[in-house]
């Protein structure tokens, strides 16, 4: 009996404690919160996944989105970041989206990963919060479970299909081939999105699919279904995936003497594809990407330098991305004159939009208008940028 | 005792309708808004979650690692159904249905060979079963993939609410009748259970799918509130979440679920806003509750109010 009496005494006092900490915590989110509605203080909401599995992508887009209000404020305008982490996780994401909601800001940048964003739109949507998701790229994440475009969600990334549509048209217009071997990722929708479309698009030009064979995450050898893939007819293989497989199988493809042109995604956009694959392998591979460095124009060197300056390393695709979902955003309050749901909304899609990572409007479904990058690599390195528009329906 | 009995049960009626009350006054006060409504329906997962594996684990004393397993079948189900059959509250009550039998029927497939081994064995064989059921759905192209589903929002917090209220008293009532006590003496002593005439494999199964039905309840209800479900989202470290709130709660302790529920999630809530720090605290949190309390918050106790009356007698006593 006593060691239950102690267990009840110290379960109470946790539970006491708890509570004291949730109203330590409301009582000192008040006085902020009267704070900004006295000024004309415009709160923006950035929500990354900020640890956890993604954390690399959330805290590159937090700097990006950072240093866009930051250059903001600098030029005279009054804005607050409110700050959340999602710790990678939809749950936490969906708790977050009802925060931001009931915090008043004026619209959101983030999530990251497109599960997260999507678990969100719902809630943010119903609550009439604008959202401009830098890099959710899922193929329809922006419509709502009945195929309806959800009206105050926008994102500034082209969906997977139209990366790999656009590989197809790279490949065949440009690079002239016409047989190729599909070897994907089969445990990330990324991939598989990339596959079918790459596919549609490859044989509507008139290309043939020699084979198409999958590897898991986290695969190392690749050997045997290359070895399966030296003897088979074809020009050109299409590695849809990130950089960890990819590197590896370039590597064993190369080594193999397998050495022809290697095409993939912006999966490959890492310093870690070198490391993997080794330089002298990355040669005739080439990739598409919403961003690169070379032949940066004169706005994209400005926020690289920028970006270096604030936070001494390079940027990468996400911090620009987010850079431009935040003025993206920004721009659209300006414009509106307020912070009205309504007018920012209707402001972001009217928007005709000019950043670092291009120039685009929104279509129906409010996924931008604009080209995709096809980068050539040249012993590792960054040699070439081509814009390629492919031709969907 | 009869009536001992009765008056008990009578104050837990009231503890349930009185916490509905003050829920839904705190509600339409606005004083839970909808961030505290998610937390709470988070919570009620949780819970659902805790005493179903507790039902395994602290009762029938096995050690099961694919809980998750069970919580996807039943996520799918019912998402499956909201998206391509029926909408709305239908759909999640028959998503439940359906994934309860389809859970069943997979933990009978899964507890008939694995429920024979024992220990670190179990543990492994579950966890390898769990990780199945996740590679075979995320194979499947009615749950698209890896992409998951995007899901409408068809449940409140009133069907959590009363979900984990039904499953309580399921899980409780199994806990006191004679089967459970013949799994409550698998948990003691395997052999001198089967040298009392007890079935123990039979005893097993029994507990493994009726917790394994009882988290697709929790896993449909999330795919009805948190509007995404993904595969990627029930790996083994979401059975390691839901052993940890079995483990801190105190196993075997469905009061302790309750308090390990609710306490974790409130943590990770006022934990939000030092974000770097918080898998920190969450992990020293668990250190120290298991140097100090090894057998988890309450151990095998539960907070009753036959226990509370007795206290209260004894005080009384001793005043006089």
Not at chain 1, 341 to 349: C, G, K, N, P, T
Not at chain 2, 181 to 207: F, H, P, W
Not at chain 2, 221 to 228: E, K, Q, R, S
């Amino acid at each position: 009996m006593k060691t239950m009496k102690k267990a009840f005494m110290s379960a109470l006092a946790i539970m006491m404690a708890a509570s004291l900490a949730a109203c330590g915590d409301s009582s000192s989110d008040t006085p902020s919160g009267s704070d900004n509605s006295g000024s004309n203080t415009v709160k923006i909401g950035l929500h990354f996944e900020l640890t956890g599995e993604v954390a690399d992508y959330g805290n590159a887009e937090l700097k990006g989105a950072k240093l866009a209000i930051k250059q903001a404020n600098e030029a005279g305008g009054n804005y607050e970041e409110v700050i959340y982490d999602n710790k990678s996780d939809t749950t936490e994401a969906v708790t977050l989206a009802a925060q931001l909601a009931n915090d008043g800001v004026a619209g959101v940048v983030g999530p990251a990963t497109s599960g997260s964003s999507a678990a969100t739109y719902q809630i943010k949507n119903d609550a009439k919060v604008t959202v401009i998701s830098p890099s959710a790229t899922q193929i329809g994440v922006t419509l709502d479970p009945s195929g309806n475009v959800y009206n105050y969600v926008f994102r500034i990334c082209f969906e997977d299909s139209y990366q790999g549509a656009a590989m197809a048209q790279y490949a065949v217009d440009t690079l002239a081939k016409g047989k190729v071997i599909i070897y994907a990722d089969n445990s990330s929708d990324y991939a598989k999105g990339l596959t079918e479309a790459f596919t549609e698009q490859f044989k509507k030009l008139g290309g043939t699919i020699v084979a198409t064979d999958y590897y898991s995450k986290g695969d190392t050898d690749f050997n045997s279904v290359l070895t399966k893939f030296k003897d088979m007819d074809y020009d050109v293989l299409y590695i849809p995936g990130y950089y960890n497989e990819a590197g590896l199988i370039i590597k064993q493809a190369r080594e193999m003497g397998i050495d022809c042109e290697i095409i993939g995604s912006d999966g490959f956009d890492s310093e870690s594809l070198i490391d993997l694959a080794g330089a002298s392998n990355l040669n005739k591979v080439y990739y598409t990407t919403a961003y690169t460095t070379v032949g940066a124009s004169d706005a994209l060197q400005a926020f690289i330098d920028a970006y270096k300056a604030e936070y001494n390393e390079e940027p990468s695709m996400f911090s620009a991305l987010a850079y431009d979902s935040t003025n993206l955003l920004i721009q659209a309050i300006e414009k509106a004159g307020s912070t009205d749901s309504d007018a920012v909304r209707s402001a972001v899609e009217n928007i005709e939009f000019d950043g670092v990572t291009g120039s685009f409007s929104f279509d129906e479904t409010h996924t931008p208008i604009k080209s995709v990058l096809v980068v050539t690599l040249v012993d590792g390195v960054q040699g070439d940028a081509v814009a390629v528009s492919p031709d969907v329906d | 005792m009869k009536n001992w009995m009765k008056k008990e049960n009578l104050l837990w009626l009231g503890l349930i309708v009185l916490s509905y009350a003050v829920l839904n006054i705190l509600i339409s006060a606005g004083i839970i808004n909808n961030v505290y409504k998610t937390v709470l329906m988070t919570i009620g997962i949780n819970i659902i979650l805790a005493i179903s594996l507790n039902l395994i684990i602290g009762i029938t004393g096995q050690f099961s690692l694919g809980h998750a397993g069970f919580m996807i079948i039943g996520a799918y189900s019912c998402g499956v159904m909201l998206k391509s059959f029926v909408s709305g509250v239908p759909g999640v009550f028959l998503g439940i249905i359906a994934g309860m039998v389809i859970s069943a029927f997979v933990a009978l497939v899964v507890a008939i060979p694995t429920l024979r081994l024992r220990g670190d064995y179990l543990a492994i064989a579950t966890l390898g079963f769990g990780e199945i059921i996740r590679i075979v759905i995320l194979n499947m192209k009615i749950t698209n993939g890896a992409a998951g589903l995007i899901l409408p929002k068809a449940v409140s917090w009133h069907m959590i609410f009363w979900a984990v209220v039904i499953c309580t008293i399921v899980v409780v009532n199994f806990g006191r009748s004679a089967h459970g006590r013949a799994c409550i003496s698998v948990r003691e002593d395997e052999i001198a259970a089967e040298a009392m005439g007890i079935n123990t494999t039979q005893y097993k199964i029994l507990a493994f799918v009726l917790g394994a039905m009882i988290a697709s309840v929790a896993g449909a209800l999330y795919a009805g509130a948190f509007y995404v479900i993904k595969p990627d989202m029930f790996t083994y470290s979401k059975s390691i979440d839901i052993l940890v709130l079995v483990v801190f709660g105190g196993m075997g302790s469905i009061t302790g679920s309750f308090i390990s529920s609710t306490l974790v999630s409130l943590l990770n809530t006022v934990l939000q806003q030092f974000s770097s720090v918080r898998m920190i605290v969450y992990g020293l949190a668990l250190v120290v509750i298991m140097v100090f309390r090894p057998s988890g918050l309450l151990g095998r106790k539960e907070l009753t109010f036959s226990g509370l009356l007795k206290v209260l007698k004894k005080g009384k006593g001793a005043a006089q």
